[in-house]
Structure formats: C-alpha cells, structure tokens
C-alpha cells in the first residue's frame, strides 16, 4: 500500500511561484502530478519515474520542475512562471509498476487528496 499526503497549495498572482510537496510512504514504481480544473477532466502535469527520468505536459514545460526527495520520501512540484489556467486542484498519484502510459489517470492505483492552486491575473 501507498499512501500520499499533498501540502502546498495556496493562492498567488500570476507570474508566482509555488512548490508542492507529497510524502509518499511505501515503494513506488514512479510518481506523478496530475490537476483538475473545474468543469474538466483530469490531466497530467509531470511525471518521475525511480530512475529519475521526468516527463511534462506540454502546458508547463520550462515552468514547472518535478522532483524527488527519497530520504525525505517527498516528491515535490516546482511551479514557476505561474499563470491563471494553472488553477486546479493538483494530485499527486503512484504506481507500483509499469501499466501505460503515464498520462491516462486510471494508470495509477494511489492518489492523494489534493490541494488546490489559484492564481489571479
């Protein structure tokens, strides 16, 4: 079993910065981020897997930086550049093995709660 807790969410202006955090207890395969803006689907934001090779949705390349910590067990989501479509409610998620491709959510068994991100023009 996994478990995920997501902190760092909060409301900024546009061209803010904000850093997200996950603890994630357990083994994983590879950790991703994922948003849901109101009205839509979600999507992914970036994606790690434990050999550290990162993917992005083209959205938020050269913005946003993914990372792990594995002593603290914390991914973390480094936003940068921020903008008003960036507001969701961002998810962390997990996966225990190689099932897909790392942008279809039903891929990943483990989620965390959320945390929400609004950022004002």
């Known amino acids: 079993q996994v478990q995920l807790i997501e902190s760092g969410g909060d409301s900024v202006q546009a061209g803010g910065s904000l850093r997200l955090s996950c603890v994630a207890s357990g083994y994983t395969y590879s950790m991703g981020w994922f948003r849901q803006a109101p009205g839509k689907e979600r999507e992914g934001v970036a994606h790690l897997y434990s050999s550290s090779s990162t993917q992005y949705a083209d959205a938020v390349k050269g913005r946003f930086t993914i990372s792990k910590d594995n002593a603290k067990e914390t991914l973390y989501l480094q936003m940068n550049s921020l903008k008003p479509e960036d507001t969701a409610v961002y998810y962390c998620?997990?996966?225990?093995?190689?099932?897909?491709?790392?942008?279809?959510?039903?891929?990943?068994?483990?989620w965390g709660q959320g945390t929400q991100v609004t950022v004002s023009s």
């Open positions: 998620a997990a996966r225990l093995r190689y099932n897909g491709v790392w942008t279809d959510v039903g891929n990943f068994p483990y």
